[in-house]
């Protein structure tokens, strides 16, 4: 016993001993290198690609086997020393663990000092010393992840991503899982589209199509006024840009799929294919970089294991792979965009960031919906900077914007054209000329009109309607604004005439607006309160523009455990988000398609709705919601809707969605309060703690500015290593304020 | 003991899922449990993600054979036993023997309901939602007969973890996605039995192996190729003591039960005296000797050398006396003889003595070393040289190959090279089966994540450095000739467009992905021929 633990510093480098011994701190672990260890040192380099753990339990068990350890050094193991031969018998309900976990690279002898080195652990038997080991760690950590492991929560893309590192091919998971994404989308895309073989005026489809051939054939003064009722272009000039590049590429190809007038309505098989192509490219243009540099830069701190999970949860997104590749719109372009938005404020690049804003808003309207969040963000980071150094930040910012839009606006002002042109697009962009809402939209206009007859009541008065909406939006995202802004008062940077690190580091003062602020882990909650309410709340809603509060969500989902509550409520959320454009889906006949990806994603990620767990109001709700979602399916398919209610089910659809999409709005608010608590503290009480956490913050970032570009990784290390490692286990975890911000700071608990 | 040595090359994923098993069965609760039982957690999203996928290629492209097989359902539901196999309504008449009209048969029954218009004889090319679904959703049920044979391959087997990647490969194999999923066949429900005799045969339990066999050869006769090899192993491991010596009760007891299968198939046509009429549905010997596509054999390498002595005659004048007819035979997509214009031509006897030939050889070792590797590898090689010899052989059949093969592929790096040369290059001969643009990109790229993720960790487990100079020239021209395809996919891609479409040159695109598969897939064949016979069993 002696001897083991002294040979441990000569085999092993220094990271690799501390790992030993916070491997000692932590769990359960500890007893899988017991088993598995040996078979990995002693027994030479011909057994090095061998990750076995029974062969060491063999060489322990039986005595006879000592002539196959082709070892320097065979060594008697600590448990072989035991009497007693019980522990052989591996207690199933409890082996999981260690089974399902890669084995590092640990040897024996550092393991056996686990355990006292006394003769208590010479008489024990194995399940006796698994019980005191797991009373001295505490008893959250393994039955934590043995019902996961157990029930099959972990995900098929956990497996996959497993295995692949396993058979050391881990430079090869983003590829092919990039690549069978890819297939995946083209799939999808093999089936029907909005609008097919439905003249005279088809689908979304055609709307898109129609605007590349307006676009390549009419000068730019004639783009948004031309023949308004046949899809009229009303997305902002960006899309019309990429439009024409679309166009023109297409009518190289075949210029009969974009001839003025007598285009429209073309189905031949070329131009589906080529439609269906310019998608596809442009998501993997614009989107899958977004993703990309998303799990590097919010989740850097994470294993790679994890941060691959997480792509592949992202890459495939039920709801925005059916719309855009299913369906047929550009909508990645859009979240996309405002992705690489989110990522360059992650990276501290915030000019970088707006200008992605920018083009977001300038691709489709539709980014709107985040704008207050992504505004007082910036607004938040600015009093974060200070007097001095924040209204620099701000007129850059102010700048920058305008700059980017009056760019993007360009061709429609002057000197190019008359001031007056500018009036179509922005009158087409804006359409509230149209109703309070259109379809069937699972939100709260729609979801009162059972009860009240919003478009009869007010049919004259249009415009409280619209007050009264947009009053109520902005209700709905203001604890978002207010978490932002008051988040970037509490936590900003002082001058501190006791403390000056400030004034000590003064290179750190200009790398100042190029590193996060602190209230970056709230900007997902914001983004998912704010766009959720503008869905609730706001004045002319389409079923599709779920997918605008769903990214945030699926982002957030990303980042956290299958055991963790955000898991629970972002595959709630999608699930209901799909399933609330299950309408539109039929109409496009895209049932198929629907099904599969359901079960597709869900077994990706490891989600069972029907499983209630933890304990978590949020299983409960989604197992009802899921039971109601598949008695609906089968009712559709069985009755059809009386001749009074032809529209039953979309109501019932809309009935059953619209406070699933309320509850999260509402859990987002609540999140976020508690994340912005564990930033900066119950309000109030951060004047006695100001100085202190000011300076945390400043050394986090201080340690982290020399890595420059990539100091967003740094930062969130070092929150995430201080907070995420201690506090990182358990879900019976008392301390909300340190969960929240670890889980959204991107670390989340150790498995 | 031997079971505690077996566990000992397993990797931890292999560890998982045994330990699964074992804890699965402490709580018999949920339907999910209960599949547990029998499948780990990643045989289930193996299972789930290829049937998803499947799901989503329901719109594809179909070729002919899917309107073959609806008029085949509705043969065989709407006319009586006796009329099945002379009815020519339809262009596709019913050539498959007669337990695979029973399966039409039982098949009908529940698509008649669902449509009846499934079953009608006169809609032909009836290609309506509800045909499409229901016929492909056949296919994906009958090919879980694959995957449970899959399964079991993987328990008892001498290394589960390699055997997984194995049969994984089986299952996901992009040979069954185009054929099966895209093209349309039910090429993994006929393998699913063939796998299952195979696997019988190395459980030991022989006589089973030979009645599946039997009853395989009646759902579809391309199984003829594999013939010869069950005949002779059957023969001297089961029939006949170690010594020599023939064990008649064994000998008829597997008589009897072929026999039997023999019976129960063509039976109701022998008893209306219609077997002349079934043997010639079956055998049409009007055929000529390649495929309009050549497929990828050693006829292929001799026409393509026919058409390149034609040139060289016509522009050089040796005075090589040509065939006239001959010249005007291209392979442009029609159906019928190849005739050669400067090599004299090939009759189907022909091409039946040499495939003969080389089968001898495989089965005289066969007979000498009656163990279930040698089997395994003889039934490969059987099927390999009908394949590389045979008269008009489909570039389907090479699935044959290619399955047995797989089964050989763990075996060494020797081994493992020749199945991947062999796969890839069998693999792309099946591409121009797919000639639609959407599913260009499809079946390249399934192509693509298969062999990065199957194949790649195979090739990472077993590789072993070549011993001398020339094991390293050999391996980079293998090697060379992979990366190869590339470049052809490229040229095959882009080829049309640069040509735009001029019917003269159109076949060439063909000729070459023939060509090229050709060479590689002959060489294959010699490696594994020369394993074979080299190597001791």
């Given amino acids: ?751 | 003991m031997s079971a505690v040595k077996q566990s000992h090359s397993l990797p931890a994923d292999e560890q998982d899922d045994s330990q699964k098993h074992a804890l699965k069965s402490t709580s018999p609760w949920t339907f999910s449990n209960f599949l547990g039982d029998v499948l780990s957690h990643s045989d289930i999203d193996i299972l789930l993600f290829s049937t998803v996928f499947k799901f989503l290629l329901f719109p594809a492209y179909h070729s002919t054979d899917f309107e073959v097989h609806r008029n085949w359902l509705a043969i065989t539901h709407s006319l009586p036993i006796s009329q099945w196999y002379y009815d020519t309504t339809s262009e596709w008449t019913l050539d498959y023997p007669p337990f695979f009209a029973y399966f039409e048969k039982l098949m009908s029954i529940p698509a008649s309901f669902i449509d009846p218009k499934i079953v009608d004889l006169q809609s032909l090319q009836y290609d309506a939602w509800t045909v499409i679904v229901y016929q492909r959703l056949t296919v994906i049920i009958s090919e879980l007969v694959l995957g449970a044979a899959l399964l079991r391959f993987i328990r008892d087997s001498v290394d589960p973890s390699r055997q997984r990647i194995l049969s994984a490969s089986l299952f996901l194999h992009p040979g069954f996605l185009i054929i099966d999923h895209i093209h349309f066949q039910y090429n993994g429900f006929m393998f699913g039995i063939l796998l299952w005799s195979i696997l019988m045969a190395r459980e030991g339990r022989k006589l089973a192996s030979g009645i599946l066999f039997a009853v395989l050869l009646n759902f579809k006769h391309i199984y003829m190729y594999l013939a010869p090899a069950y005949f002779v192993y059957l023969l001297r491991s089961y029939c006949m003591s170690p010594a020599g010596a023939i064990i008649p009760t064994r000998f008829i007891s597997l008589a009897n039960s072929v026999l039997l299968v023999f019976l129960a198939s063509l039976g109701p046509f022998m008893l209306m005296g219609q077997l002349p009429q079934l043997l010639s549905r079956l055998f049409p010997f009007t055929r000529g000797l390649n495929h309009a596509y050549w497929a990828p054999n050693a006829w292929a390498l001799v026409t393509a050398a026919d058409r390149l002595l034609l040139q060289l005659v016509k522009h050089l004048d040796v005075g090589l006396a040509v065939n006239e007819p001959g010249v005007a035979s291209t392979s442009r997509g029609l159906v019928g003889d190849t005739v050669f214009a400067v090599i004299p031509n090939i009759k189907p006897v022909h091409t039946f003595i040499v495939t003969i030939i080389f089968q001898m050889v495989y089965l005289i070792k066969l007979w000498r070393a009656p163990t279930y590797k040698s089997f395994v590898a003889a039934l490969t090689l059987c099927g390999y040289a009908s394949y590389m010899f045979g008269w008009h052989v489909h570039e389907k059949a090479v699935l044959l190959v290619l399955v047995p093969l797989t089964l050989m592929a763990s075996e060494n790096y020797a081994y493992y090279k020749t199945f991947v040369i062999a796969s890839i290059a069998g693999i792309f001969s099946l591409f121009p089966l797919i000639f639609t643009p959407a599913e260009t990109l499809l079946k390249v790229v399934y192509s693509l994540i298969w062999g990065g993720t199957l194949l790649y960790p195979l090739h990472k487990q077993l590789y072993e450095f070549p011993s001398s100079l020339s094991w390293v020239m050999l391996e980079s021209f293998e090697n060379a000739y992979l990366y190869g395809f590339a470049l052809l996919q490229v040229v095959v891609t882009l080829f049309p467009l640069m040509t735009g479409g001029n019917p003269d040159t159109e076949f060439l695109p063909l000729m070459a992905t023939s060509v090229y598969c050709a060479v590689g897939l002959l060489w294959s064949f010699i490696r594994l021929s020369t394993l074979y016979i080299t190597q001791q069993y």
């Fill in chain 1, 1 to 751: 016993m002696d001897e083991a633990s002294d040979v441990m510093p000569t085999e092993l480098p220094i990271e690799r001993r501390q790992r030993h011994t916070r491997d000692r701190t932590t769990s359960l672990n500890s007893l899988s290198h017991f088993k598995s260890g040996p078979s990995k040192h002693i027994r030479g380099p011909s057994t090095l690609r061998n990750r076995d753990s029974n062969a060491s339990m063999k060489s322990i068990g039986s005595e006879t086997d000592y002539s196959e350890i082709i070892a320097p050094i065979p060594r008697r193991h600590l448990l072989q020393t035991s009497q007693s031969l019980h522990w052989l018998r591996v207690d199933t309900s409890q082996g999981d663990e260690w089974l399902n976990r890669g084995v590092s690279p640990v040897s024996a002898s550092s393991v056996g000092s686990v355990f006292p080195n006394n003769r208590m652990a010479n008489r024990l038997s194995f399940t006796a010393l698994m019980d005191h080991e797991r009373t001295a760690v505490g008893p959250s950590s393994t039955t934590d992840n043995r019902v996961l492991e157990d029930e099959g929560t972990v995900g098929a893309g956990r497996r996959f991503v497993r295995w692949m590192h396993r058979n050391n091919m881990k430079n090869w998971v983003i590829p092919s899982a990039i690549a069978t994404s890819t297939l995946v989308k083209w799939c999808i895309g093999l089936g029907a589209y909005s609008g097919h073989d439905t003249p005279p005026m088809f689908g979304d489809y055609e709307a898109q199509r129609h605007w590349m051939e307006l676009t390549v054939h009419l000068p730019v003064k004639e783009w948004y006024t031309y023949d308004l009722q046949y899809w009229g272009l009303d997305y902002p000039p960006l899309t019309a840009y990429v439009s024409w590049l679309c166009g023109r590429v297409g009518s190289l190809i075949e210029s009969s799929w974009f001839t003025l007038q007598a285009s429209r309505g073309i189905e031949t098989g070329g131009s589906k294919l080529f439609m269906r192509a310019t998608v596809l490219v442009l998501d993997l243009l614009i989107y899958i970089p977004a993703l990309y540099t998303f799990v590097c830069s919010w989740q850097g701190t994470r294993s790679s294991r994890k941060r691959h999970a997480a792509l592949l949860t992202l890459l495939f997104h039920p709801a925005l792979l059916l719309i855009d590749f299913g369906h047929f719109q550009y909508n990645s372009v859009m979240l996309g965009l405002t992705l690489l938005a989110i990522n360059a404020f992650a990276a501290g690049h915030d000019l970088l960031g707006a200008i992605f804003f920018v083009l977001s808003l300038g691709f489709k309207q539709m980014a709107l919906y985040y704008a207050p969040a992504i505004g007082s963000y910036l607004i938040g980071k600015c009093i974060y900077l200070g007097p001095v150094q924040g209204t620099r930040l701000f007129l850059r910012l102010a700048l920058t914007t305008t700059l980017a839009f009056v760019i993007m606006f360009a061709p429609f002002l002057p000197p190019f054209s008359p001031l007056s042109t500018i009036a179509a697009p922005i009158t087409r962009i804006f359409p509230f000329g149209r109703g309070l809402f259109e379809d069937k939209v699972a939100n709260f206009w729609c979801f009162t009109n059972v009860l009240v007859k919003w478009k009869r009541t007010f049919a004259g008065r249009k415009g409280f309607l619209i007050k009264a909406s947009t009053g109520l939006t902005a209700l709905g995202f203001l604890p978002a604004v207010v978490g932002l802004i008051f988040g970037g008062y509490k936590t900003r940077l002082q001058k501190d005439p006791k403390n000056d690190l400030v004034n000590v580091s003064p290179a750190m003062a200009s790398a100042a607006p190029s590193s996060p602020t602190p209230i970056l882990p709230l900007l997902p909650y914001a983004l998912l309160t704010c766009s959720m309410s503008f869905f609730l709340f706001s004045f002319q809603v389409h079923e599709k523009t779920i997918l605008v509060p769903l990214l945030p969500l699926t982002l957030l989902l990303s980042g956290a455990a299958p055991t963790d509550e955000v898991f629970l409520w972002g595959a709630l959320g999608n699930n209901i988000g799909v399933f609330s454009m299950w309408p539109l889906l039929k109409k496009d006949g895209l049932g198929l398609q629907y099904l599969a990806m359901l079960f597709l994603w869900n077994r990706l990620i490891g989600h069972n709705p029907f499983k209630i767990r933890y304990g978590y109001f949020v299983e409960l709700v989604s197992s009802v919601a899921h039971t109601a979602i598949i008695f609906l399916h089968l009712l559709e398919l069985v009755v059809t809707p009386p001749a009074r209610y032809p529209d039953l089910f979309p109501v019932l659809n809309v009935l059953i969605c619209t406070p699933i999409f309320g509850l999260i709005w509402l859990w987002s608010i609540k999140r976020s309060a508690e994340v912005s608590w564990a930033m900066s503290g119950l309000p109030g009480k951060r004047d006695k703690e100001g100085p202190s956490s000011a300076a945390s913050a400043i050394s986090a970032r201080s340690s982290s500015a020399a890595f420059g570009h990539s100091s967003i990784r740094g930062e969130t290390g070092v929150r995430a290593a201080s907070l995420g490692y201690a506090s990182g286990r358990g879900h019976g975890q008392a301390d909300a304020r340190r969960r929240a911000l670890v889980v959204s700071a991107g670390g989340d608990r150790e498995h």
